[in-house]
Structures are given as C-alpha cells and as structure tokens.
C-alpha cells in the first residue's frame, strides 16, 4: 500500500490546533513525521529540511478510525469493494478500517483474512483490520477457528447482522476469546422477538402500518451477554446500541467491573423513527431507527463514557436493492465519506459535546476495544494523521462519493467541517480534500 520512498520523506505539519485526546495534548502545535512515523508535537519544530504542510486555522488529529465497516468483498463488489471502501473512508478522514465478517464467503477462515489483507495492501489507501466471524457461516451454531484467525491478523470476532442465539455457543465463544484478548463485538437482537420488524415498534410503525422491533428485543440479549461476560471475565463490546435502556445495562455493567465497550452510530445519534413517514428506504436500518428520548440517552451516554466509540456501520447497497418496496429493501445506509461533518454539526457546534470529546470517540476509544496501536499522535506510532477546517461548510452530494453506493439519508445536507489532508503511514493519501 506505502510506497518505500515515502518514508523517506520529512514532513511537518505546522501551526494548525492539534487535538490528541490520548496525550491530553489540546493545543497549537507543530506535528514532526520521518520515515512514516511520529518523531514530535511540539511548538515551534525545525522543519528544516521538511516538505512543509500549512495548517493554520486547521484541526490536527490523530486519523480517524471507524470500528464498523462493511466492504462487502469478497462476494459483493458490485456495492463496495477494499479499494473503493477505503477511498470513501480517507475521503472522510478515517486512516483504519474494522471491516465486517457478513462477506461471500464469510470471513471465518484464516484464508479469507490474508485476502482482504493482501487487497488492502495491494489497492488499499487506509488501514484495514478484517473481523472475522464467532460462528461458521454466521450460522451461529459452530465456533470458527478463533487462533488460526488470530494468527492470520482477524483484529475481532463477530456475527454482526445476526445475534448468536444459542446461549451456550455464546458462552464458548466468551471462554475462547479471552484466551487471545480479542473482542467480541455483538450485535445484540432476540430474532424471535424481532421477527420480520421493518422498523422501530412504537407510534410511527403503527401509523405507517408496518411491524415493529421492540427496544426490548436489543435489551434483552444485551442482558444475556452482559451476565455471560461476567460469568467468564471475558470483553464484550456492543455495537451500534441505539436504545435507552441499552445505555442504562451498559452504564450499569461498567459500574459492576463487568469488561464491556460500546458504540454508537452517527444515524442513531441524529435521526429518529419520525424519518421514516415518507418509506425512505435509506433510513431502513438494523437497529432501527428510535425515538427522541432513545437519541437524548445516546448523546448522554457519548458525553459521560457509557459509550466508547462512534461507528459508522458503513453498509453499502446497490441502487436497485434501495430502490424496492420498503418491506423488501436491505438495511443500512452508508456513513464513511459524512460521519464527521455530521457529528461537528449535530453535536459539537450544537454544544453537546466537546470536539476533543468527539475526537476520542474516533481515535483512542475504537483503538482501545481493538487493541492496536493506533488512534494517537505519540512519537514512533505511525503517522496517520487528519487535517480539517472546522469552519468550512460542506452540501453533502452522494453522487460525487468515492464508496459504489449511494444509500445515504443525508444527500443535500448542508454540514459544517471539511477534510482537507489526510496522512496514512506518512504518505498523504487526501491533498486539499480530494484523493492525492
């Protein structure tokens, strides 16, 4: 992916606000980069002999990492594949990927990993870190070969679509996950309960006429795993939590010393169920969409430490697939290339959260749960690295998006925060916000 002679280049990044939540560092800095690698933050570097990058006015952060991601390769690269996914995300300011294991063929063998490894290596422009599935097929009844795929570079496991129902099989896959310090990131849903749901159980389903996913159906398996992870000392990291009540087990849960994480999607920190009355199938999702008290709890729980990370759950769909019935259209929508704008405007600009508090949920929070040395701006870590102006405004048009797939709810938006440069390993992959 890094060309040889891009490490040999002097960098500096000089007089832009640098923001590092890792280091507590919140100040106006200059970032020093040789060979790909932090060499300095510090005010006044010598950057003699350095290719000089003006930041004045700019955010400076560690780059961004989004823990959720679906490329869809292999098996599905008509809606996404690693090269176009990780254009999307550089475009968005993330330098480091987790993508899902829900491909064709699932990502449950070690032979699978070193593809989308060797894919990203070869045609990547960010970081990629496959998770690969609990159970065989996602069929949730078999546990996948946790060390081979350790071994082969799998940074998590997880089923994520589908819940593993089977208690006892959920319980094996807590034991031997523990033994490689590998986090289960789960998507937690009572399928029984949730049936054929199209969307959040509540007011807006009955009026709009279609069935309904109850709170409860996620609160209840959250319950299940958060017993079991405390049965086995194991982690557990929910992922895209989106009601209330699933902050409240979790906040709880932490409480108790149980070793739990979560995170949260932009969508369910933005929009609610009430979206929905016009069928946009854009705004199908799984979790659902809910109402204003859930969101209220969410950002709540963003600010106080309850959730750790913000995950786009980037879920490309072919234009086709979107443009159905509701009842039929896949769920997801896709988030890489407007997650940060939409966050500087729905939370920071509207003061609900601090931007070093919003930085940390995408850089030292997802690098925490997946246990790689990414996500800061310490010397000797690689320099991964985004600049953006925070003033500058941004209409969101889906149609000029690097990803394949235009399944976005907020094309025509206009947003505040704008990606200027973005450093992947020292090679300057986005140049003055378009792809270098």
Not at 10 to 27: E, Q, T
Not at 200 to 206: D, F, K, R
Request: proline residues 5%.
């Amino acid at each position: 992916m890094l060309h040889p002679e891009i490490y040999m280049r002097k960098l500096c990044i000089k007089g832009g606000r640098v923001i590092d939540p890792a280091n507590n560092i919140d100040a106006a800095l200059d970032v020093l980069i040789e060979n790909g690698k932090i060499i300095a933050v510090e005010k006044d570097v010598d950057s003699k002999g350095s290719k000089v990058i003006d930041a004045s006015k700019m955010i400076v952060t560690p780059g961004l990492i989004d823990m959720h991601v679906h490329l869809r390769e292999p098996g599905r690269e008509d809606e996404e594949t690693v090269a176009s996914g990780t254009r999307a995300a550089a475009k968005g300011g993330f330098t480091s990927v987790a993508c899902m294991p829900n491909t064709s063929p699932v990502i449950d063998t070690a032979s699978v990993v070193e593809m989308i490894l060797e894919k990203a290596e070869e045609e990547g422009l960010v970081n990629v870190f496959p998770v690969a599935a609990i159970t065989k097929g996602l069929e949730g009844k078999e546990l996948v070969e946790m060390g081979d795929l350790v071994k082969a570079g799998a940074a998590g496991f997880s089923d994520d679509g589908k819940p593993v129902m089977n208690t006892r099989v959920m319980r094996r896959a807590f034991e031997y996950s523990k033994m490689f310090d590998k986090p289960l990131i789960l998507h937690e849903e009572d399928t029984d309960l949730s049936g054929v749901g199209q969307m959040n159980e509540g007011y807006h389903s009955t009026v709009l006429g279609l069935k309904g996913v109850p709170a409860a159906s996620e609160e209840i398996i959250i319950a299940r795993d958060l017993n079991l992870a405390e049965l086995t000392g194991s982690r557990a990291h929910i992922t895209h939590i989106s009601t209330k009540g699933s902050v409240d087990l979790i906040r709880k849960a932490k409480k108790r010393g149980i070793r739990v994480t979560c995170d949260v999607t932009p969508h369910h920190l933005v929009l609610t169920d009430e979206v929905l009355l016009d069928y946009d199938t854009n705004c199908k999702v799984n979790p659902p969409l809910r109402t204003k008290e859930d969101i209220k709890a969410l950002r709540k729980g963003l600010v106080d430490g309850t959730i750790d990370a913000v995950g786009s759950d980037h879920a490309p769909h072919a234009r086709h697939e979107k443009e159905r019935e509701f009842i039929y259209a896949p769920f997801g929508l896709i988030g890489l290339e407007t997650t940060l704008p939409l966050l500087l405007t729905e939370l920071v600009e509207k003061k609900e959260i601090s931007l070093p508090q919003l930085v940390a949920k995408f850089t030292i929070g997802p690098a925490q749960v997946l246990g790689i040395n990414k996500g800061a701006l310490s010397p000797g870590m690689d320099a991964d690295v985004l600049v953006f102006n925070y003033e500058d405004q941004v209409k969101i048009d889906s149609e000029k998006f690097e990803s394949k797939s235009r399944n976005c709810p907020f094309n025509g938006w206009t947003l505040r925060g704008k990606v200027r440069d973005v450093l992947v390993g020292g090679r300057v992959v986005v140049k003055q916000g378009e792809i270098g």
